[in-house]
């Protein structure tokens, strides 16, 4: 059982009574207690009690000769056919510009009361699938151009599209769907799915995505600021957007890209306001009547120099050790080009919204496999740093990981990201230095580091993934993992930038 308070030190107003591994089945709050169906026992129930599935849409009314003229002229433009009008739908197939090729697709009518009616949207199979998103300014960056599936990757009908309000305005409600005329880190990973999907004739769902941002100066902010409330605004129209096109809605995933602005200078701070935050977003959901969504983020330690140690620190305390919260790391910032200003390139946004679908995609329940590479997500992270004496007697700094698969060692440059990757030892007074870096042979998650001398000083620290490596340490360090990218190249699962302190050793290594 998990709960939480609104107040530290008042009672426990809202928590969970029964999780199971797709999401939370029996919750309570102030109100009383909420039991969550699937979807098959809900459609179950209405059927009994004489109502149609949500998933069977409305009806076909008669429709005049007048109305279906009217419509065809309407696609006069269009290479259209089969057009015909059911309920408050024109429903066609057509070919038209996009990845998904000739299908079917809909397009509300005119409104009695006006108003937009949307655009025109694929007929798709399965949930109206959501990918929110929450952060800072960094989140609010935007391609002008359309997705590669436009009428499969959507934006709510407010004229406002997938970069959200950046906190300057409320949200507003609606239950219509519209193209988007840029695309966002959310709507590049529900590109990057529904590629995957054709590339092996798989189902093509709809998509919303929505990225709601504003100036917050720490996570502790962003959990009470404009950026949240709009975020719940996002949730409730994918709802009724979903109604109004006889589907359920579903949460892929909700982004967190709020890592460089968190000004607090406090690792800890920044860890726990993120808890919250997560904790805070759960509780609107569920109200909502959503499952517990799945996180995804990035550890950004940015260009070297960028990035403080508290920011650096405070997403590796964070990207292991998140309560029960469902939040998984999809790669490290260092593997993607960045431009002048610390902005990720056009490509590099395509690789990480790749990175990121692959992320949800392993993340998603599903029977265990025996392949550790498909059993979920996890970049390596370092967890500890102890210093012992080599087999020649030598001091050695024993950098030890936690993995799915064993480590590999890759050029610096290798990541991609442009800049040089690999340990810098921190903090000797003695002018000690790495001279070399290698596996350890009795451990496969563990790198060694080898020093000309042990360090002295009385914060002796290393760093892996953050600033500039040390001359003969520069190693980049990844499991086995990879995924051939959509540009051509290669994704691989990099080690998470950290900083750690140096601990005498204790012998073996127990897990």
């Known amino acids: ?59 076909t009314a008669p429709v005049s000769a007048g109305d279906l003229a009217a419509a065809e002229a309407a696609l006069e433009a269009v290479d259209a056919w089969d057009i015909r009008i059911e309920g408050e739908w024109l429903r066609f197939s057509a070919r038209l510009p996009g990845r998904q090729g000739a299908r079917g697709f809909r397009k509300r009518l005119p409104r009695a009361e006006g108003g937009s009616a ?44 997938a970069v959200g309000q950046s906190g300057v305005d409320a949200a507003a409600e609606t239950d219509g769907l519209d193209q988007l005329r840029e695309v966002t880190h959310e709507a590049l990973v529900a590109d990057a799915c529904l590629g995957w999907q054709i590339e092996t004739h798989g189902p093509l769902p709809l998509f919303v995505a929505r990225a709601e941002t504003d100036r917050a100066a720490s ?133 990480m919204a790749e990175m990121t679908a692959a992320a949800v995609t392993a993340a998603t329940p599903r029977p265990r496999e025996p392949d550790p590479l498909t059993d979920g997500w996890r970049c390596p992270i ?63 998650q563990t790198v060694r580091l080898h020093l000309d001398r042990a360090p002295e000083g009385e914060a002796v620290s290393v760093a892996y993934g953050w600033g500039a490596p040390d001359a003969d340490a520069g190693q980049a360090v990844r499991d086995g993992w990879e995924l051939a990218a959509a540009d051509g190249g290669t994704l691989h699962r990099w080690a998470l930038p950290c900083v750690l302190p140096v601990h005498p050793g204790r012998g073996a290594r127990h897990d």
Request: with cysteine.
């Open 118 to 161: 949307g655009g025109i949207i694929a007929d798709a199979p399965g949930p109206l699938m959501g990918i929110l998103g929450l952060g800072g300014a960094r989140a609010a960056l935007a391609s002008a151009e359309r997705p590669g599936f436009p009428f499969h990757v959507l934006g709510a009908d407010d004229d406002i599209g």
């Open 219 to 351: 996570a502790a902010e962003l959990a009470q600021g404009p950026a949240f409330d709009n975020l719940m605004i996002a949730a409730a129209n994918l709802r009724r957007a979903a109604t109004a096109l006889g589907k359920e809605p579903r949460i892929f995933c909700v982004a967190l890209d709020f890592a460089l602005e968190e000004l607090s200078g406090s690792a800890t701070a920044y860890r726990d306001a993120m808890i919250a935050l997560m904790a805070r977003i759960e509780a609107g959901l569920a109200a909502q009547g959503y499952d517990r969504p799945l996180f995804v983020t990035r550890l950004d330690a940015g260009a070297p120099g960028r990035a403080t140690e508290a920011q650096v620190a405070g997403q590796w305390e964070l990207a292991w050790n998140h309560g029960d919260h469902r939040l998984i790391t999809s790669a490290p910032g260092y593997m993607f080009e960045t431009d002048a200003y610390d902005r990720p390139t056009e490509a590099a946004r395509r690789r």
């Open 1 to 59: 059982m998990s709960s939480t308070s609104d107040h530290p030190g008042f009672p426990v107003r809202q928590g969970v009574l029964v999780r199971a591994r797709n999401g939370d089945l029996i919750r309570y709050d102030a109100t009383g207690v909420t039991l969550r169906l699937s979807d098959r026992v809900i459609d179950d129930i209405r059927q009994r009690l004489g109502a149609a599935p949500v998933a069977a849409g409305a009806g």
């Open 382 to 444: 370092f967890h500890l740093a102890e210093i012992e004496a080599d087999a020649d007697g030598g001091p050695v700094i024993r950098m030890i990981a936690q993995a799915l698969a064993p480590l590999v060692l890759e050029a610096p440059e290798a990541p991609g990201g442009g800049h040089p990757v690999g340990f810098t030892l921190r903090g000797a007074t003695n002018g000690a230095r790495i001279t070399g870096v290698s596996l350890d042979p009795a451990d496969p």
